[in-house]
């Protein structure tokens, strides 16, 4: 029969310690529990249905497979399932838009407007940045916007142009126009190509839109979503904190009031500004800082006071208003500054149809500004998206998501439109402002296609340092330096990576910068697949716990075991060197504790190919010519069936696989005293037989402060229970100053237990630190001999099962009576303590006193259900 006796010491020294001992298989002592109910079978196998879809569909060339097959699958039944269900899928429209309430439409409204009217100069900002002119940033803001808000899942995404992607544009496209197609422009012209001919220009703009929008789709239909995780969170960071530089450099032009040759490279940039800074006009310098200060305080103040929310996202509106008026007002600094410091003239109209402008003879020229547009596009909106969707409880699918940028850049590029993404600061207001539906988006579409329409003449006189300072002021909390920071405390590899892509950022070029920050990952990323983690297990003394030896800082080997857990999956380019690791542990082990028997923890191996299973092949073999048999423990289902159908379970023999460490450990001991009574001439099966003999562990004193999050665990095992053990243990706590804060005792075979203690410091009440760990380690063992008859770690390791153990525990009867009597004598004493302080009429002292009855009654039947066969 199973015995758990379990001991709760709650309080501190200045509070009373009850001590409750409970029995689960005791009618009389009420015990609270929950019970773990099932679900029907039916739901069962729903559940596993559905669950087994998902894994399906994130698996698409098994999907393809049973599609080619005619074998039925999830894409297959939702055929089955109707046009308007499909549809509804994919456009998710189909279904939002019948659902629009009053409330919901009302604040729907009020956000589209808002965002609206901050995209309008944030729109004309970004083409600038892109090389294009202002009118195409606003074509970019409305058509885009409108197609995502038919097929985006996101309620709360704001779709447009972007500071990241406009960069990435101009980067990668200028000097691209070839000489027929822009013959005024030359390697010595003073002017880019974009200023010299902006309509090819523009072109090549589309035609990138349009490249992007397809490796979109296609990748939604492939799913190769995926393939952004290549993009680590340390690299995109580093990338956009580069990137916000060159943007913010890009501006200075403006601000200082002279013309500085564009550059993607920040030392050319920075090199012109010192070169010709005696240039600078004043007037511009002063006003630019004030238009870039307002902006910083408005925001900091519509963070700050709730009531002036609105503010924030009305700022760079605000701006271009005061600035226009400025101009047109004050026609003296309208003449300082010059034509060139102004807008000027914007198309207004409906937006020109460009499907036919596009030159796919052009594309291998915008193939690798598509490529770097498409992923941090992506990446940049999926990001946002998951995260507004988690605040609202709602989910969004990346495959449609892709499905559904793809479609707005497509669509754009047919409407003179360049690539767009979701906008971080966009989204942020459209949030706050209180959208709830994607017709926000068709709100902010309808107010751009207003402002082309009859308001583009109102920026006339829109100053060139108000755009500026816009831009400016919106990527200046892009430069993420608190980051770099907290990536240099929290693992050294991925400051690496930050730096290297903000270094290569600046210094090679937009492009080249990524490219070289991905490429450092990858290398990290192979190095750890091709050179895995082993990690070296050890036991946890008292318990059957093996953990590492990098976690645990006390543990213990087992003689002429070695055990290791392999940390990743296994395939060609990493099998050798596991394979190598091995033997190289297990060589340098001969001197101290010669390796007869290897376990092989396979709980990180989730795959393996057949150069792995081959490997293991190998390995088995190599070790069994040393004379050193190989167990495997926690094989993962797929890597079983890889290693059955490879002939290599057979090859080991099943009885060397194991469901844990622990069942591995006993069978190589078994094993081992298999051979020693047969001089060495045990065979595999023996090990299949050794129920012969009992494997027990010897009388052992451990120590874990990682099992629990404040609590140290402590474990006893005795090879015999010892009357005294438990009393002999609290009084070491006690003068320890430690508390118990949970105990049990559990039987072993053999009449032994085992003893867990989750203790804390009195004073600290926390974990244990090492000094107080180190002197418990002395304690213990002296106070545990003193009640036993087996001196610590002395006790065999293997014994055979003795009958008469028994008749010996029975003849200690009468000291565990005697035990019990001072336990209960000591509960009285702690009793009468507290009378002293709490009042015995008190409702509290009363249950006290009932829980003390009912705690000491209990001791007696305790004893007898662990030793039933004891008669005094």
Same mark, same amino acid.
């Not at 009388?699 to 402060?705: L, R």
């Not at 609290?730 to 100053?737: D, E, I, P």
């Given at each position: 029969?199973?015995?758990?006796?379990?001991?709760?010491?709650?309080?501190?020294?200045?509070?009373?310690?009850?001590?409750?001992?409970?029995?689960?298989?005791?009618?009389?002592?009420?015990?609270?529990?929950?019970?773990?109910?099932?679900?029907?079978?039916?739901?069962?196998?729903?559940?596993?249905?559905?669950?087994?879809?998902?894994?399906?569909?994130?698996?698409?060339?098994?999907?393809?497979?049973?599609?080619?097959?005619?074998?039925?699958?999830?894409?297959?039944?939702?055929?089955?399932?109707?046009?308007?269900?499909?549809?509804?899928?994919?456009?998710?429209?189909?279904?939002?838009?019948?659902?629009?309430?009053?409330?919901?439409?009302?604040?729907?409204?009020?956000?589209?407007?808002?965002?609206?009217?901050?995209?309008?100069?944030?729109?004309?900002?970004?083409?600038?940045?892109?090389?294009?002119?202002?009118?195409?940033?606003?074509?970019?803001?409305?058509?885009?916007?409108?197609?995502?808000?038919?097929?985006?899942?996101?309620?709360?995404?704001?779709?447009?142009?972007?500071?990241?992607?406009?960069?990435?544009?101009?980067?990668?496209?200028?000097?691209?126009?070839?000489?027929?197609?822009?013959?005024?422009?030359?390697?010595?012209?003073?002017?880019?190509?974009?200023?010299?001919?902006?309509?090819?220009?523009?072109?090549?703009?589309?035609?990138?839109?349009?490249?992007?929008?397809?490796?979109?789709?296609?990748?939604?239909?492939?799913?190769?979503?995926?393939?952004?995780?290549?993009?680590?969170?340390?690299?995109?960071?580093?990338?956009?904190?580069?990137?916000?530089?060159?943007?913010?450099?890009?501006?200075?032009?403006?601000?200082?009031?002279?013309?500085?040759?564009?550059?993607?490279?920040?030392?050319?940039?920075?090199?012109?500004?010192?070169?010709?800074?005696?240039?600078?006009?004043?007037?511009?310098?002063?006003?630019?800082?004030?238009?870039?200060?307002?902006?910083?305080?408005?925001?900091?103040?519509?963070?700050?006071?709730?009531?002036?929310?609105?503010?924030?996202?009305?700022?760079?509106?605000?701006?271009?208003?005061?600035?226009?008026?400025?101009?047109?007002?004050?026609?003296?600094?309208?003449?300082?500054?010059?034509?060139?410091?102004?807008?000027?003239?914007?198309?207004?109209?409906?937006?020109?149809?460009?499907?036919?402008? @596009?030159? &796919?003879?052009?594309? !291998?020229?915008?193939?690798?500004?598509?490529?770097?547009?498409? /992923? *941090?596009?992506?990446? #940049? +909106?999926?990001?946002?998206?998951?995260?507004?969707?988690?605040?609202?409880?709602?989910?969004?699918?990346?495959?449609?998501?892709?499905?559904?940028?793809?479609?707005?850049?497509?669509?754009?590029?047919?409407?003179?439109?360049?690539?767009?993404?979701?906008?971080?600061?966009?989204?942020?207001?459209?949030?706050?402002?209180?959208?709830?539906?994607?017709?926000?988006?068709?709100?902010?579409?309808?107010?751009?296609?207003?402002?082309?329409?009859?308001?583009?003449?109102?920026?006339?006189?829109?100053?060139?340092?108000?755009?500026?300072?816009?831009?400016?002021?919106?990527?200046?909390?892009?430069?993420?330096?608190?980051?770099?920071?907290?990536?240099?405390?929290?693992?050294?590899?991925?400051?690496?990576?930050?730096?290297?892509?903000?270094?290569?950022? @600046?210094? &090679?070029?937009?492009? !080249?910068?990524?490219?070289?920050?991905?490429?450092?990952?990858? /290398? *990290?990323?192979?190095? #750890? +697949?091709?050179?895995?983690?082993?990690?070296?297990?050890?036991?946890?003394?008292?318990?059957?716990?093996?953990?590492?030896?990098?976690?645990?800082?006390?543990?213990?080997?087992?003689?002429?075991?070695?055990?290791?857990?392999?940390?990743?999956?296994?395939?060609?380019?990493?099998?050798?060197?596991?394979?190598?690791?091995?033997?190289?542990?297990?060589?340098?082990?001969?001197?101290?504790?010669?390796?007869?028997?290897?376990?092989?923890?396979?709980?990180?191996?989730?795959?393996?190919?057949?150069?792995?299973?081959?490997?293991?092949?190998?390995?088995?073999?190599?070790?069994?010519?040393?004379?050193?048999?190989?167990?495997?423990?926690?094989?993962?289902?797929?890597?079983?069936?890889?290693?059955?159908?490879?002939?290599?379970?057979?090859?080991?023999?099943?009885?060397?696989?194991?469901?844990?460490?622990?069942?591995?450990?006993?069978?190589?001991?078994?094993?081992?005293?298999?051979?020693?009574?047969?001089?060495?001439?045990?065979?595999?099966?023996?090990?299949?037989?050794?129920?012969?003999?009992?494997?027990?562990?010897?009388?052992?004193?451990?120590?874990?402060?990682?099992?629990?999050?404040?609590?140290?665990?402590?474990?006893?095992?005795?090879?015999?229970?010892?009357?005294?053990?438990?009393?002999?243990?609290?009084?070491?706590?006690?003068?320890?100053?430690?508390?118990?804060?949970?105990?049990?005792?559990?039987?072993?075979?053999?009449?032994?237990?085992?003893?867990?203690?989750?203790?804390?410091?009195?004073?600290?009440?926390?974990?244990?630190?090492?000094?107080?760990?180190?002197?418990?380690?002395?304690?213990?063992?002296?106070?545990?001999?003193?009640?036993?008859?087996?001196?610590?770690?002395?006790?065999?390791?293997?014994?055979?099962?003795?009958?008469?153990?028994?008749?010996?525990?029975?003849?200690?009867?009468?000291?565990?009576?005697?035990?019990?009597?001072?336990?209960?004598?000591?509960?009285?004493?702690?009793?009468?303590?507290?009378?002293?302080?709490?009042?015995?009429?008190?409702?509290?002292?009363?249950?006290?006193?009932?829980?003390?009855?009912?705690?000491?009654?209990?001791?007696?039947?305790?004893?007898?259900?662990?030793?039933?066969?004891?008669?005094?």
């Amino acid at each position: 029969m199973d015995v758990l006796a379990s001991y709760q010491l709650k309080g501190n020294s200045n509070e009373r310690v009850g001590m409750q001992v409970t029995q689960s298989f005791l009618d009389n002592i009420p015990l609270q529990s929950v019970e773990i109910k099932a679900l029907p079978a039916a739901k069962s196998e729903e559940a596993a249905t559905v669950l087994y879809q998902r894994m399906l569909r994130n698996n698409p060339l098994r999907l393809a497979g049973q599609k080619l097959a005619c074998q039925n699958s999830p894409e297959l039944e939702e055929h089955k399932a109707g046009v308007c269900d499909l549809l509804s899928r994919y456009i998710p429209a189909i279904s939002w838009l019948p659902k629009l309430t009053r409330q919901v439409i009302q604040g729907d409204v009020v956000a589209g407007l808002t965002v609206g009217v901050m995209v309008i100069p944030q729109s004309m900002s970004y083409a600038s940045i892109a090389g294009l002119q202002y009118i195409y940033g606003m074509y970019a803001a409305c058509i885009p916007t409108l197609v995502y808000a038919f097929f985006g899942q996101s309620r709360q995404l704001a779709v447009g142009p972007v500071a990241m992607v406009s960069l990435l544009i101009q980067a990668g496209l200028q000097g691209q126009l070839t000489p027929e197609e822009c013959p005024q422009w030359n390697e010595g012209s003073e002017k880019s190509q974009a200023e010299e001919c902006p309509l090819e220009y523009a072109k090549l703009a589309f035609l990138a839109s349009a490249v992007v929008g397809v490796f979109q789709i296609v990748a939604s239909v492939l799913r190769l979503g995926f393939l952004v995780s290549f993009l680590g969170h340390p690299v995109i960071s580093g990338f956009t904190s580069g990137a916000a530089i060159i943007i913010g450099l890009s501006q200075l032009k403006y601000i200082l009031g002279f013309n500085i040759e564009k550059s993607q490279f920040v030392y050319v940039t920075i090199g012109k500004v010192f070169e010709n800074i005696g240039e600078t006009n004043g007037l511009t310098l002063l006003l630019g800082s004030l238009w870039i200060f307002y902006l910083l305080a408005n925001r900091s103040i519509s963070r700050k006071y709730k009531r002036l929310s609105k503010l924030g996202p009305m700022g760079p509106l605000i701006s271009c208003v005061i600035g226009v008026l400025l101009l047109w007002l004050v026609v003296p600094l309208r003449d300082e500054l010059g034509k060139s410091n102004y807008v000027g003239p914007i198309p207004s109209g409906m937006i020109p149809f460009s499907l036919f402008d @596009l030159n &796919l003879s052009a594309i !291998p020229r915008a193939m690798p500004t598509a490529i770097s547009a498409c /992923l *941090i596009g992506y990446m #940049e +909106s999926i990001a946002i998206g998951k995260g507004l969707a988690g605040k609202h409880g709602y989910s969004l699918e990346a495959g449609q998501e892709l499905l559904a940028l793809g479609a707005a850049n497509l669509v754009g590029a047919m409407f003179s439109s360049y690539p767009v993404t979701g906008s971080f600061s966009r989204s942020a207001v459209n949030n706050q402002t209180g959208a709830v539906s994607q017709l926000s988006g068709i709100i902010t579409a309808l107010v751009m296609l207003c402002t082309m329409l009859f308001l583009t003449p109102i920026f006339y006189y829109l100053p060139k340092f108000v755009l500026a300072a816009i831009v400016i002021s919106s990527v200046l909390p892009l430069v993420a330096y608190g980051e770099a920071i907290k990536l240099w405390r929290v693992k050294r590899i991925d400051f690496v990576l930050w730096l290297v892509a903000f270094a290569g950022t @600046l210094f &090679l070029g937009v492009l !080249p910068g990524i490219l070289v920050a991905v490429g450092v990952s990858l /290398l *990290i990323v192979i190095s #750890e +697949s091709v050179r895995p983690q082993i990690s070296i297990l050890w036991r946890i003394p008292g318990t059957t716990i093996y953990r590492s030896m990098k976690q645990e800082s006390s543990g213990t080997f087992i003689p002429n075991v070695f055990i290791a857990r392999i940390g990743s999956s296994m395939y060609f380019a990493n099998a050798a060197y596991i394979k190598d690791s091995l033997l190289a542990f297990t060589s340098d082990l001969d001197t101290v504790n010669k390796t007869k028997y290897l376990v092989l923890e396979m709980t990180g191996v989730v795959s393996i190919d057949s150069s792995a299973a081959h490997a293991i092949h190998d390995i088995v073999h190599d070790f069994r010519a040393q004379g050193i048999e190989v167990a495997f423990a926690m094989v993962g289902n797929r890597v079983e069936k890889t290693l059955r159908k490879a002939g290599v379970t057979a090859y080991i023999g099943e009885q060397w696989f194991f469901h844990t460490v622990n069942e591995a450990v006993l069978c190589c001991v078994r094993h081992q005293r298999a051979e020693q009574e047969r001089g060495g001439q045990a065979l595999s099966s023996d090990v299949e037989q050794g129920t012969v003999l009992t494997v027990l562990t010897g009388n052992e004193v451990g120590f874990s402060n990682q099992l629990h999050h404040d609590c140290t665990a402590v474990f006893i095992s005795l090879a015999a229970d010892a009357p005294m053990a438990m009393s002999e243990v609290t009084a070491t706590f006690k003068r320890n100053g430690i508390s118990v804060v949970r105990a049990a005792v559990d039987p072993l075979p053999g009449g032994g237990a085992k003893h867990t203690y989750f203790v804390q410091g009195v004073k600290s009440e926390a974990k244990l630190k090492d000094w107080e760990v180190m002197r418990l380690r002395q304690d213990l063992p002296e106070a545990l001999a003193r009640s036993t008859k087996v001196v610590m770690g002395k006790s065999p390791l293997l014994t055979h099962v003795d009958s008469n153990r028994v008749q010996d525990l029975a003849e200690s009867l009468a000291a565990e009576r005697k035990a019990i009597a001072i336990l209960q004598k000591d509960v009285e004493r702690q009793s009468n303590r507290l009378d002293g302080l709490v009042p015995s009429s008190s409702p509290s002292s009363r249950r006290d006193e009932s829980l003390e009855e009912s705690t000491c009654s209990c001791y007696p039947q305790v004893f007898k259900q662990m030793f039933p066969s004891m008669r005094p």
